[in-house]
Structure formats: structure tokens, C-alpha cells
């Protein structure tokens, strides 16, 4: 059995090992179809297109992406192909739910206002947005949801998302077509529809939201200010734009010890079941430093400024922050 596994999926060499015999680590970009062409499985992330180019002619059978989202991966293709696949989905959502509860204390702190006193509207309300959902909550704020797929009496429309909320936080998948269509959800027109001058949070996908669109509305003050992790064409961004948002970081908002590790093991557990492999036991996330002090405070665990502070300095780094990505953890552990 041979299995080609994207290189920056953390902690998983170990129960691989056991599993297969030989694995190739590779850098996902750089996946091509002469090394999964005797591959039995394949384990990527997003930045691995699996489809027809890729995987004719392989004896691939099955393929995991270690994410929530999946548009990457070429599913009438797979389909047509008999090859199965899975992604991830929920697995870094407390991860994500960290980065917007800290970015909103960053918001309070360094720009003046109560969010006991504030109204956000979270768009879209799956696994992400209902842990967003919570931690407003606990916050004290006024919470607006707008989900259509989930036409659930208590949710609003984005027209009144547009009207009511000081914050506007997007956690839906990219799709491009259909009645429900999320790309470019926030663009010109919505943005000049906004009646509250809302602070925009962006952590789903780049093209959800119009960078171009946002820029102008920035520069307008139609917008007050904005918290970006993901962006139109990335790895390439619209530098303007990153100097102009509050907080701008290269799509790491889900990139927790804890989410990579969920992810981690649902592959495994999926890779047992189709190949009816015995399980090698759970992969469990590294611990924080003994010197690590925690008196409770949120930001002590994660501060988004840090990764915004190295991206503005250096933008072209965007793929190496994300490689590279320091532990973090969405608990401390006693």
C-alpha cells in the first residue's frame, strides 16, 4: 500500500507509518500525477486540485483532504472515477471560533467600543457559525444569523444583516452558482447597502467576500475597519488591502494544534473504514510549554496581531506562515 500525503499535515507520520507501506511526503502544490500514479490513497489539503489531471490512470481509490472545505477536489470527477473521498468538516471550527472571539476583544479593546452594546450578524451557521454563534453570545452581544440553507424561522436575511449589524462576520463555503450562491456575497452593492458602518470578518473563503470591493468601501469609510485570514487569488493578495484591514493574517484562522489534529484523525479513521485497516490509535495534540503562564485571558492563548504584524511586514511570506505555522492551542492544559 502506498499513500502521498501533503507535507504540512502535522502529527499524522507517526500512524501512517503503521498503516501503509510506503508514504510519500510531498508538498501539496507540487502533487503531480506521476507521483500518485501508483498511489492506493492520497491525503491533501487545499492547495492539492484533485481531479481528472491529476488522478486518470492512477490506481488511487481513495483521497481525504485533512480541511472543512472541499472545492478543491473535483467530485463529478471522483464520481465518475469510483473513487472515493472524504473531507473534514467541522474540525478546525473551534479553532476558527478562537480567532473571531479574540479578534472581536481586539476590536473592543483598540478601537472603542462595547460589544456588550454591539449587534453582529453572522452569515452562515454550520459548524463554524454556530461556535461563532456561542462565543457572541457569551460575550453579551446581540446576535443576527442569516443561513437560507437552513431556513430556520429565527434566522434574518442579509438585507437585515446589512441594516442591523455593527459587526459582519462570513462563515459559508464558496459556491459559485445556484440560488444560493456565496462568491463575491459581499461585494459593492451589499457593502453600500450597510447602514451601521459594520467592522467586516472574513475567515471562510477570499472570493465570499470582493477584496476590491472592500478596499473601496475602506476607503470610503463605508466600512470601519475589517479582519481578513482569507483572500481573493492567495497565495497572491491584494497588498493595498492588507495594509488597510485591522487585522490581516495568511488563512490560519483554523490552524489550531487542536483542528489539525481533528483533522489528523478523522483521515485516519476514514482511511481504516474504506481499506478495512485496524486502527492505530488517536493522534493526540503536542502541549503547550511548561513555562507557558495563563491567568485566563483569551489573547494569552492567541493574539491574531502577531500573525497580521509578520504578514504586513511581509506578504510575499504567505504560503511560508501558513507552512510554518507556530503551535497554538485553543485550551491550556493543566
Not at 232 to 258: C, K, M, R, W
Amino acid at each position: 500500500m502506498k499513500i502521498v500525503v501533503d507535507d504540512k499535515i502535522p502529527y499524522i507520520r507517526e500512524k501512517l507509518a503503521v498503516l501503509a507501506d510506503e508514504v510519500m511526503y510531498k508538498a501539496g502544490a507540487d502533487i503531480g500525477a506521476d507521483d500518485v500514479r501508483d498511489a492506493d490513497a492520497l491525503i491533501v489539503r487545499t492547495r492539492t486540485r484533485c481531479d481528472r489531471q491529476l488522478l486518470e490512470g492512477s490506481k488511487v481509490q481513495f483521497v481525504a483532504t485533512a480541511t472543512i472545505g472541499y472545492d478543491h477536489i473535483d467530485t463529478d470527477y471522483m464520481a465518475s472515477a469510483g473513487i472515493s473521498w472524504t473531507n473534514c468538516p467541522g474540525c478546525n471550527s473551534g479553532s476558527v471560533a478562537q480567532y473571531v472571539e479574540c479578534a472581536l476583544l481586539l476590536l473592543e479593546q483598540m478601537k472603542g467600543f462595547s460589544l456588550r452594546q454591539s449587534t453582529i450578524g453572522i452569515v452562515g451557521c454550520g459548524h463554524v457559525g454556530s461556535k461563532v454563534k456561542a462565543v457572541a453570545e457569551r460575550l453579551g452581544m446581540r446576535v443576527l444569523v442569516c443561513d437560507p440553507l437552513l431556513g430556520r424561522p429565527d434566522f434574518v436575511t442579509m438585507d437585515e444583516i446589512g441594516r442591523q449589524a455593527d459587526i459582519i462576520t462570513f462563515h459559508v463555503p464558496l459556491t459559485r452558482e445556484g440560488r444560493y450562491a456565496t462568491y463575491h456575497m459581499a461585494d459593492e452593492e451589499f457593502l453600500k447597502s450597510t447602514t451601521r458602518v459594520p467592522y467586516i470578518i472574513n475567515t471562510s473563503r477570499g472570493e465570499v467576500v470582493d477584496n476590491q470591493a472592500l478596499l473601496k468601501a475602506l476607503a470610503e469609510g463605508r466600512v470601519r475597519d475589517a479582519v481578513l485570514d482569507v483572500w481573493e487569488g492567495e497565495p497572491q493578495l491584494n497588498t493595498d488591502l492588507l495594509q488597510h484591514v485591522f487585522i490581516g493574517t495568511p488563512h490560519i484562522a483554523g490552524y489550531s494544534a487542536d483542528g489539525k489534529v481533528n483533522a489528523d484523525n478523522m483521515v485516519i479513521d476514514a482511511l481504516c473504514r474504506h481499506f478495512a485497516w485496524p486502527h492505530p490509535g488517536k493522534v493526540e495534540a503536542p502541549r503547550l510549554p511548561a513555562s507557558f503562564q495563563y491567568t485566563g485571558n483569551p489573547l494569552e492563548l492567541y493574539n491574531p496581531l502577531k500573525d497580521s504584524e509578520k504578514l504586513k511586514l511581509r506578504p510575499s511570506d504567505f504560503e511560508s506562515l501558513r507552512n510554518n505555522y507556530p503551535l497554538r492551542r485553543e485550551f491550556f492544559d493543566v
